[in-house]
């Protein structure tokens, strides 16, 4: 946590000279919104922090990023199913897949690989997970054996639309909105009390 508290201004920084068109205040600065649970002082009062580009702001981060990757000539393999992570002693330097419209086999070399899979979230029925968290990264790991840490962590938005595992943006409950279960109640206040 303290890492990214301290490189985030970095961050936004560095995205904003790559080209994110941030939503800007009356000052010119990068504008800024509260999310859920954005607070000072332990709770004591609400603060905006979250930096945004309209109601869009992942897809302008993402659409920024695969610009500037133009740019610089990046390779881009786009819908390969990777099967093994390849060993040379205790290096990873590769994986092995295929192309997942035409089945033909791929190994992809590297001095150093990324496992940047995305969770498990799709393994349960409701979630506003994407359909490829399917816990994929985590087999490759396990038939590697590299061990695997914190499994439990799992993360869920609560701000979805009941059975369809459709997010309603976290600014909704900054703007004021609450949960309620079926009975109407507050119930997150029993686990997180204001």
Known sequence: MEILVKEAPNAIIT???MGVPFTRNMQGKIEQRRFGGHTKNY???PIKRACYVSDRTGRAIMDTLYDRCQTKAVDFYNEFFILK???S???CCGISGYDIATCEPHVFHAKAIVLATGGSGKIYKTTSNGFAS???????AMDSLIPLEDM???QFHPTGIYGLGILISEAARAEGGVLRNGLGERFMERYAPI
Do not use: S
């Open 134 to 140: 399917t816990a994929d990264g985590f087999a490759l």
């Open 85 to 87: 992570l390849l060993f």
């Open 152 to 154: 439990e962590f799992v």
């Open 43 to 45: 709770g004591q009062a």
């Open 15 to 17: 995205l904003e000279h």
């Open 89 to 91: 002693g205790d290096h």
